[in-house]
C-alpha cells in the first residue's frame, strides 16, 4: 500500500518514490563568507529486503558527510561514497554513472510492511545557491523534496520569499521559513535576507489565555501566547477508503511518531456521532502487530485514559500500546480501523456525499468502486490510486481544520 505523498513524487522522481517516503530536509544557512549550508535530511527507506540506502550527492556542490543516524534506535550507521556504477551494483538501477551518491549500510534490511527511518546529516559549498549581494544573502535553490525548511543565520530577518510559507522564531533566535510544496513540480525557491542591525533577544514567553470547553477563540482580540506547530514537519498522514454509502462506513490508516520518552501508548478518542470497528496496529519500524483495545466510557477511566472532561457512558477510545519510548529514540506506528458515521458519510437519492473536517497536514480520500467524482469544495490533488480508485489528497499546510465536502455518483 503506498502512501499519499508516493503518488506525488511519480511525476519528478520515479528512482526516490521507488524507495523513499517522509523525505524531510532542514537548511541551515552556515556563515555567508563561506557558502555553505548543512542539511539535515529526514528519510525513510521503504523497500522491503532493502539492505542498503543511497542518497543523491547533487552535482556543482562539494560536500562533506558528517554522519548517518538511525532514527528508529538514533545508532550511527555506516556509510560510503560510491560512484553511480558501484550503487547500481547495490541496487540502484537508475544511478548515474557521472553521479556520487552516498551509500548507507542499513543495520537490518526493511521488513514489509516497515519503513527504515534515517536522519543523513551533511553540509554543502555551493556558492550559485548561497550567496551575499550587497548587503543582502541569497539562498536560491531548486528543491524536489515536498517538505523543507530554511534556518536563517542568526542576526538576519527575512525580507523576500517566493514561496508560500510559515515563519517562525527558534529558541535560539534563528528565523526558520518552512513550507510544503502543493505541486508536482519542483519549486525555484528564492529567499533574500538581511543583517539586523542589533543583536536578536528573544520574547518572553506568554502564557495563553484558556479557551472555555465548547466554545471557539474570540476573534476580536489578539492570541495571547499563541503558537503554532511547523506543518511541514508534521509527519501524521491519514487515508480513507469509503466503503458504499449505504453503510455509512469507511476504512482508514494514519501513521503517526512518537517521540517523548516513555510513552507508551497511542490514544485515538472516536469523534462523537461515529463508531469504530476492527482496529489494528502496528510498527511502521518493524512490521510486528502491536497489541489495540478498545475502551468506553467509564473502562477508559478505569485504565487512566486521560481524554480530557468526557468519560461519558458513549465515550470511545481505541488505545494502542508499544514498548515505552526510551531516551533518544522514537517509534513510528501505522493504526487501521473502520468507521461508522451516518451523520457525515451517508447516500442521499443515489448520490455519496462526504462532508467532514480534517485536521491533519496530509489526507486523502478514495471513493469506492463503482462512482465517479461530482463536486469537490476544498482544492485537492486527483488521482488513481494503485487499484485504479478516484482518490483525493488535501494537503492542509494552515495551523487549522478544513471542512471538506465531496459528492460523487454511481456510474
Known amino acids: 500500500m503506498k502512501t499519499l505523498l508516493q503518488f506525488l513524487f511519480i511525476a519528478s522522481a520515479l528512482q526516490a518514490t521507488a524507495q523513499s517516503a ?41 560536500h562533506k558527510v558528517d554522519r548517518v543516524i538511525d532514527l528508529a534506535s538514533e545508532k550511527p550507521l555506516t556509510w560510503t561514497i560510491v560512484n553511480g556504477q558501484a550503487a547500481k551494483k547495490n541496487g ?26 534515517l536522519l543523513i546529516d551533511k553540509t554543502y559549498a555551493d556558492a550559485k545557491s548561497y550567496y551575499a549581494e550587497g548587503d543582502k544573502i541569497i539562498f536560491q535553490r531548486p528543491l524536489g523534496i515536498k517538505r523543507n525548511s530554511i534556518v536563517l543565520p542568526k542576526g538576519y530577518e527575512l ?22 510544496n502543493r505541486g ?40 495571547m501566547g499563541f503558537s503554532f506547530p511547523e506543518r511541514a514537519y508534521q509527519t501524521r498522514e491519514i487515508v480513507y477508503f469509503l466503503q458504499q454509502p449505504e453503510t455509512n462506513s469507511f476504512r482508514l490508516y494514519h501513521d503517526y511518531t512518537e517521540s517523548r520518552e516513555g510513552v507508551n501508548k ?50 470511545e477510545a481505541i488505545v494502542i500500546w508499544f514498548d515505552p ?17 451516518p451523520n457525515r458519510y451517508v447516500n442521499v437519492n443515489d448520490e455519496l456525499i462526504w462532508d467532514r473536517s480534517f485536521g491533519r497536514v496530509h489526507n486523502t480520500i478514495t471513493l469506492p468502486e463503482g462512482w465517479w467524482l461530482t463536486a469537490n469544495a476544498i482544492p485537492a490533488t486527483v488521482f488513481l490510486n494503485e ?16 471542512d471538506v465536502f465531496v459528492k460523487a455518483m454511481r456510474k
Do not use: W
Open 387 to 402: 487499484d485504479g480508485l478516484v482518490s483525493l489528497y488535501y494537503l492542509n499546510d494552515g495551523p487549522d481544520e478544513i
Open 325 to 341: 519510548v526510551t531516551k533518544g529514540t522514537t517509534t513510528r506506528i501505522r493504526i487501521e480501523e473502520t468507521y461508522t458515521d
Open 184 to 223: 508536482p513540480e519542483v519549486v525555484p525557491l528564492r529567499v533574500v535576507s538581511r543583517k539586523l542591525l542589533k543583536p536578536v533577544v528573544v520574547p518572553a514567553a506568554v502564557k495563553p489565555e484558556s479557551i472555555p470547553p465548547g466554545q471557539g477563540r474570540d476573534k476580536s482580540k489578539v492570541r
Open 92 to 117: 540502484l538501477a537508475g544511478a548515474d554513472k557521472e553521479t556520487d551518491y552516498l551509500q548507507i549500510v542499513l543495520a537490518h534490511p526493511v521488513a514489509k510492511n516497515a519503513e527504515y527511518r
Open 266 to 315: 497511542y490514544v485515538n478518542v472516536v469523534r462523537a456521532g461515529s463508531k469504530a470497528s476492527n482496529p489494528s496496529a502496528f510498527s511502521l519500524d518493524t512490521g510486528n502487530p502491536l497489541k489495540v483495545e478498545t475502551l468506553v466510557g467509564q473502562a477508559i477511566k478505569d485504565k487512566g485514559i486521560d481524554i480530557g472532561d468526557d468519560y461519558s457512558p458513549t465515550a
Open 159 to 180: 525580507i523576500a520569499c517566493n514561496y508560500p510559507s510559515q515563519v517562525m522564531m527558534e529558541a535560539d533566535g534563528r528565523i526558520k521559513i518552512s513550507f510544503v
Open 22 to 62: 517522509d523525505e524531510y530536509t532542514r537548511y541551515e544557512l552556515l556563515d555567508p563568507s563561506s557558502n555553505s549550508f548543512r542539511i539535515l535530511y529526514e528519510v525513510s527507506a521503504s523497500t522491503p529486503g532493502a539492505t542498503y540506502y543511497h542518497n543523491t550527492l547533487r552535482k556543482g556542490s562539494e
